[in-house]
């Protein structure tokens, strides 16, 4: 098993040079993360995410989770970890300071979550519930709920799950049939089954808070009738101190292909006289709040992403270094490790070409986040927002689906050792097999683009993307090794623009053959983002505002990662833009017996 | 769980509209094959598959094998399934009726053994094993070793191996160290370890047939000092009956990401006074009959690609027929099953038109295997000779890699049940991964496919192919409604040959960035053939020779579904193409150090 090292150097190149992370310094209200601060929570979690969660990956996927008399048994050092994790603050590194969290910029803490996911993904599942539900709570709640429970989640005292699925109603939320029925004293009485639930039972914490989605009794049918219910594992006194279990349970754990470590949980609510919940907000507008929390949501899984794809990368790499098999392909000299094969070479820049474009663009998207809550000049938030709601479901669907591609090379790097389960890169494999279906599926996201983001609004946010995309492009042209990008760049805008334009010419008539291709689609605009990103890198390795930080080999072999991408994953633009032009008819009138 | 229904519609129509086998079954020694035999050899296998082995299949994976003192426990229904699959003959389908195989011709026996592979790989890599080893002890072997051991294993009495890999000699045989002893009555005592040996040790038969790779105390170093030995677990008596125990053992089992119904086995041979093992053909030819064998054991295995896809798109299409979730795109109705999504009828409608090129493309192949060896017109066997060898490595490659793709989206069609083990959908996933790495990996593949067969003859077949491709191409563009197929083949078929010019132009001094575009050249040329294979499909089916044979609404199905395999696939061909050209140079340009 390969020991994790944080990518410091690359992370701090694209936060400094890349990501805006000076300007974003300077917000009122981000003043904190200093120079000197942000190394130093850089560092610190670089060693904590390497000697404390790093190790337990291989045992949380080779023990799991076990269901005994109701309670779940979550892997040996799972509970120790957490307490160190919560006590170092990290839980609300990025949150309110209000509530106890640290309040750093997004854009500092989102590599530090990518450190935990590359770690431990299914350990940190755990603390980014708390992050995502503190926000729902913190937006939508009564100062009541919030005084009660906001603190501890934040702190990560108590954990948080989000109960959304049933059955019948995963990607359709529309479905659910969970029953809240009002009490005289204004709380609630949950009943139904949820199933799907992360950490929905366990006991890291002592307290556990639910937010539930459910119906009331005269709630209009569809999406317009949920509310969404706060229902803790034991009841809270006035005090603060534990009162009572409520009457919920984990009723079963799933057999899953992996992060064995996050137990899942069929949750079931009310089998006696009702969970006690709270109203969290107004009736009936539960998914509300729910979408609200999903740009973050989604965001955090994109990042997974590229968590899991670093691991992954990490151990090939290593592997290629160490194994020594066949002869030298050129000069046919023998005893040399793989990593001087030709394709295996290929492989390893290709993952960590794909790792550097999605982190530079999930730093740059939270930069965006950052701007568009603190920038003073209003068009300039508004600006980042715009971005943000264009690009999170390509941050999520794009990245997501990337990671997959970077584990089975990881793989595949191993030959015969990655098809054996002790080697521990198969986990990567398998864990990351979740992250391209929940939080939305890669469909879910493209239909999510295509229509709210893109048809909605005549694609008016995409060309403002575009137009700045085709200023790197000019950038690159104009500068002499960086011509080539510069022409692969427009080139693949070029396709960009002819799919976008396709689908806005057909989008009303030919919705059906336009959704054909909503996931080529997002594939699409993730490959020409990231080709942009990394064009962005090349001309910031060549002219760096810090020059004196880093190492002038490894700003030349950033600009030749660059070239990399362009000419192996750029290239791929103009055959997605082809097939979202030329398969979606074909495809949407294929009768569906098929 | 799916039950496994084999695809005889469509395996009828390859063979008897686009892979020959009218013109096939009136060659000398396949005479056999008339089209009512075929017909009852198809319908009994797909019965089989169906009936006995596709219900283990999920057995296997969750019983797995154990090490019990010794002896391989195999997982419960294996030995009976063995026992009535030996008994039906199925073992020898394709080999000779010398010695006692049934002497089908490979077009007939490719779409049975893909059934085997769809209903269980881990089981049916067991009687693949006999028919590759028969082969080399066909070919190689004394007329005495063919005697004792031939016939049994050709009706499948006793199991066989191959010993290859050891633990510093995977994809390099040439360090291989096991090593062979003469002895005065001219056998050898074999002394080493072995590793990743599929069905080394088990119970299912009553004697095992060891192929191992050894070395000579006078052999020279490297490949050529490699000598093959048959040694088997039982010795065998001179009148047939087993004697003593060889000295040989299996000391431990792989824990495997897949295909856990397959026991991969660690061997020691010779931890006594050496395993008794007999020379098979001249010393230090070993490595010479396993490449014999090779072009047979590849192509085996891509059709294990295909036979997975097809099991996993089945088990999609079925599980998309019938879940309800969520609204019509278009129409807004509810109470959909999710195969009216645009976006999961774009899956599956990628995983069909996957299947249906590389299952035209193999049954193709598996034509011109039984030209090469039958066809009495010398410049016709030649010709077959050279597209076998020349497509080998695609077949193996391209089939492997594009079930990967079929596998997972297949788990996506599911959504969340997609990751729960109980669903059944993530084995075929699991199980898959192995087939682009045994047998050699894919990046080997892409090395033979470019050292051996391009750039050694100067590219002369694949220009030979090429041309036959162009044919089919103008034929389709001649097509009233096939215009745009022609075209599209036409443009891919270019950029081929825009990749094979830049590969025979800088073969030779720029081996290194050749070699770094194997891989995407592999996939270019198995795109490409899989366009030209469905572009002969979609002419078939607009003038097919039977064609009362033929549902008119299956055959119009037919050239939609090439259709979409050009616009939505094909186009990948000019990207590959892009890549290979252009990002060579820099991949291999690239420290090693990353």
């Not at 469909?443 to 790197?472: F, H, P, S, W, Y």
């Amino acid at each position: 098993m390969t020991d994790y090292n944080a990518p410091l150097t690359d992370i701090r190149f694209l936060l400094n040079e890349v990501a805006g992370l000076p300007e974003i310094a300077r917000l009122p209200g981000c003043e904190e993360a200093t120079p000197d601060l942000v190394d130093a929570v850089l560092e610190e979690a670089g060693k904590f995410a390497a000697g404390v969660l790093a190790p337990l990956n291989a045992v949380g996927d080779r023990e799991s989770c076990r269901l005994e008399d109701g309670k779940v048994v979550t892997p040996p050092g799972w509970t120790e970890a957490y307490k160190q994790f919560a006590e170092g603050g990290w839980v609300g590194l990025g949150l309110s300071p209000d509530y106890g969290g640290q309040g750093l910029p997004k854009c500092v803490a989102t590599p530090v979550w990518e450190m935990w996911f590359s770690a431990n993904t299914a350990f940190t599942m755990l603390p980014q519930l708390n992050t995502g539900e503190s926000e729902a709570i913190l937006l939508a709640a009564s100062d009541e709920l919030k005084a009660t429970y906001l603190e501890k989640l934040v702190t990560g005292e108590w954990g948080g799950t989000m109960n959304l699925t049933e059955p019948q109603a995963g990607s359709d939320l529309a479905a659910i049939r969970t029953r809240a029925e009002p009490q005289a004293d204004g709380s609630y009485r949950i009943s139904g089954q949820k199933i799907f639930i992360s950490y929905g039972e366990h006991e890291i914490t002592p307290n556990i808070r639910h937010l539930v989605l459910a119906r009331l009794p005269d709630a209009p049918p569809g999406v317009k009738g949920i509310s969404m219910f706060l229902v803790p594992k034991f009841l809270v006194n006035a005090d603060g101190s534990l009162g009572a279990k409520n009457d919920l349970r984990c009723v079963g754990l799933e057999h899953k292909l992996g992060i064995h470590g996050s137990p899942t949980c069929a949750m079931s609510f009310g089998d006696n006289d009702g969970a006690i919940g709270y109203l969290v907000g107004q009736a009936n507008r539960g998914l509300e709040y729910m979408f609200i929390m999903m740009n973050e949501a989604r965001f955090g899984v994109g990042v997974q992403g590229i968590g899991i794809g670093e691991r992954a990368y990490q151990q090939a790499l290593a592997f290629a270094k160490e194994r020594v098999q066949g002869r030298d392909a050129v000069s046919g000299a023998a005893g040399q490790p793989i990593i001087g094969h030709p394709d295996v070479k290929r492989m390893l820049l290709t993952m960590r070409a794909r790792i550097m474009a999605m982190r530079a663009l999930a730093l740059t998207a939270a930069g965006w986040f950052d701007l568009a809550r603190h920038a003073p000049d209003r068009a300039a938030a508004d600006k980042a927002r715009r971005y943000v709601d264009l690009l999170m479901p390509v941050v999520k669907g794009w990245c997501t689906e990337t990671c997959q591609q970077i584990c089975y090379d990881a793989i595949q790097v191993h030959g015969g050792m990655g098809f054996v389960e002790e080697t521990g890169i198969a986990q990567h494999y398998r864990d990351a097999r979740i992250i391209t279906i929940y939080e939305g599926t890669t469909g879910i996201q493209a239909n999510d683009l295509i229509g709210r983001k893109v048809l909605r609004e005549n694609g008016a946010t995409l060309r403002e993307l575009i137009t700045e995309m085709r200023g790197v492009a000019a950038e690159l042209s104009a500068t002499g090794n960086l011509r080539s990008l510069g022409q692969r760049l427009e080139e693949d805008i070029l396709a960009l623009e002819r799919a976008l334009d396709w689908i806005l010419a057909n989008g009303r008539e030919r919705l059906g053959a336009v959704l054909a291709g909503a996931v080529p689609f997002l594939h699409l605009l993730g490959t020409v983002c990231g080709s942009w990103q990394m064009g962005r890198v090349a001309l910031a390795a060549t002219r760096p505002a810090r020059a004196d930080a880093w190492d002038a080999g490894y700003l030349r072999d950033l600009v030749e990662l660059a070239r990399f991408h362009a000419h192996a994953l750029g290239v791929q633009a103009p055959a997605l833009a082809a097939a979202i032009v030329g398969a979606g008819e074909t495809a949407n009138a294929f009768a569906l017996e098929l």
